[in-house]
């Protein structure tokens, strides 16, 4: 059966369209599989994310899709198009988009900058994630560190175990802190300002084991064997 995922947050800046452009790719390549991803945001990040390929052609499915009946409509392309993986790069905020194309998902990740500030925006998720889940307790949710800087920033090292500790519920729900991490390399914004994939970009990388390790994390997340 196919398998959605969500990208949201109720901020922008944090990698959310990185990770979607990224991931879908790396979904791409592991699974060997059609892959959908639906720019669900109304700014259109991952359409102008190939605004400046040099070919039109991209690795995977891209469409646009930012209405507020994904969770209707979706599942019906996803069956008719033969797609194994759907990822939905949501707008920032908490939009009837947002939360149509979370009722969608098989796992919701939610990517957040290694800062108190970043935990304090998707905090304000919450009540939307506990929402979903009362609808569909089978939902997954994850938490990505995400455009973390490079050095031995003590904060930056500890990222993980606050988020953890940040993220836990009186809920049933259960939130996952990944294990995988994003830095904010240059390679992906130069992969951005070529219109590609870091995996096209630059195929060995910080960045492209970083994705590739993510997109395992996901796999397993979501229960999906490996070779």
């Known amino acids: 059966m196919a398998k959605i995922i969500a990208i949201a947050n109720q901020k922008g800046g944090v990698g959310k ?10 979904l791409a390549l592991e699974r060997e599989c059609r892959t959908l991803l639906v720019d669900a945001d ?14 039109t052609e991209i690795p995977y499915t891209l469409t646009g899709g930012a209405q507020a009946n994904i969770h209707r409509t979706l599942p019906r392309l996803v069956k008719e198009g033969g797609y194994e993986y759907a990822l939905i790069d949501c707008p920032a ?6 939360r149509s194309a979370l009722m969608a998902a098989d796992l919701i990740l939610v990517p957040v900058q290694p800062s108190l500030l970043d935990f304090d925006a998707a905090d304000d998720l919450l009540p939307i994630l506990t929402q979903i889940y009362e609808a569909r307790p089978e939902i997954e949710v994850g938490v990505i560190i995400s455009r973390k800087q490079s050095g031995n920033n003590t904060y930056s090292k500890e990222a993980r175990a606050a988020a953890r500790q940040y993220f836990q519920t009186d ?3 259960s939130i996952s ?10 390679d992906l914004v130069r992969a951005y300002s070529a219109g590609k994939t870091i995996f096209e970009y630059r195929s060995s990388s910080y960045s492209v084991t970083e994705f590739r ?9 979501l229960n999906v064997t490996t070779a």
């Open 177 to 186: 802190i990944f294990k995988s991490e994003i830095y904010n390399r240059m």
């Open 171 to 173: 809920e049933d729900l």
């Open 213 to 221: 390790n993510l997109t395992e994390e996901v796999l397993q997340c």
């Open 93 to 98: 905020g908490a939009s009837n988009i947002t």
């Open 42 to 55: 109304p700014a259109a990040s991952a359409v102008k994310w190939f605004r400046r390929r040099a070919d």
């Open 17 to 26: 369209t990185t990770i979607a452009v990224n991931l879908a790719h790396g």
